[in-house]
């Protein structure tokens, strides 16, 4: 998987092809115009010029559509975010934990794919209703599972998170496969006894080889798993209980 700083792909985008216009009428200007043109450029280089530049227009041009650079972002980041999430199955009326694991390994693509634009990412509105599809999914089997409301809600913003970080993370390391807080802590046990603490330095010495990514990401997943498995059980019990009172 390529994570660098690149042009997100466009294969799966449905709308208009993009080319720079030529002399004559202007090039008519539509979301879907916008969005083409902006995902064929670095997403840490996008403005609101670069995306005029490749559709041939003046910037001024863009502000009815997206209004300035920030809705340009996020407009990109719902396109890439819907994309992702369409091409993922998310099980409907299966198990929970499947469910569960779809959405958060699709959650942790897109985040991938959208590089610098990672920071914009917010729950979307009225024009990302598409990203919104596989959250009811998630929901509706948590509460299937015999979660309450809040407890359902309370879940997909933890697992939403985590995916957001996972993705963050696979990022960074592609920059720098060693976690920020390894140096700082190894130099601190240079200066300790040597025998001070053992267990510690074979966890920094084990990320300071392998990165914290190697198999984090899965074991945290799998860790919010059985954690909801117990209180998914917990719930169950109650029921039965309060059904033999």
Excluded: C
Excluded at 164 to 169: E, H, K, M, Q, S
């Amino acid at each position: 998987m390529n994570v660098g700083s690149k042009a997100i792909d466009v294969s799966g985008f449905h709308g208009d092809v993009v080319a720079p216009r030529t002399r004559g009428r202007p090039a008519r200007i539509s979301r879907e115009r916008i969005i083409a043109a902006a995902r064929t450029i670095a997403p840490e280089a996008l403005t609101m010029q670069k995306v005029a530049d490749v559709l041939g227009v003046d910037p001024k041009a863009l502000n009815y559509h997206v209004g300035d650079r920030d809705g340009l972002r996020q407009l990109v980041v719902l396109d890439v975010f819907e994309s992702e999430l369409r091409r993922v199955k998310i099980p409907g009326g299966g198990d929970w934990r499947d469910v569960v694991r779809a959405y958060v390994h699709a959650l942790r693509e897109a985040t991938i794919k959208l590089g610098a634009l990672a920071v914009a990412i917010h729950l979307p509105g009225s024009q990302g209703l598409g990203a919104l599809d596989p959250v009811e999914s998630v929901l509706q089997a948590l509460v299937g599972a015999g979660l309450d409301i809040e407890q359902a809600g309370r879940t997909l913003t933890f697992v939403t998170e985590l995916a957001y970080a996972a993705g963050r993370d696979a990022l960074r390391m592609a920059e720098n496969p060693v976690h920020p807080d390894v140096p700082g802590i190894s130099a601190a046990l240079r200066s300790a006894a040597a025998d001070d603490f053992p267990v510690l330095r074979q966890v920094v010495a084990a990320q300071g080889d392998a990165g914290p990514d190697e198999g984090q990401f899965e074991f945290s997943l799998e860790l919010v798993i059985a954690g909801l498995e117990q209180v998914v059980g917990s719930q169950s019990g109650n029921t039965i209980a309060r059904r033999r009172r």
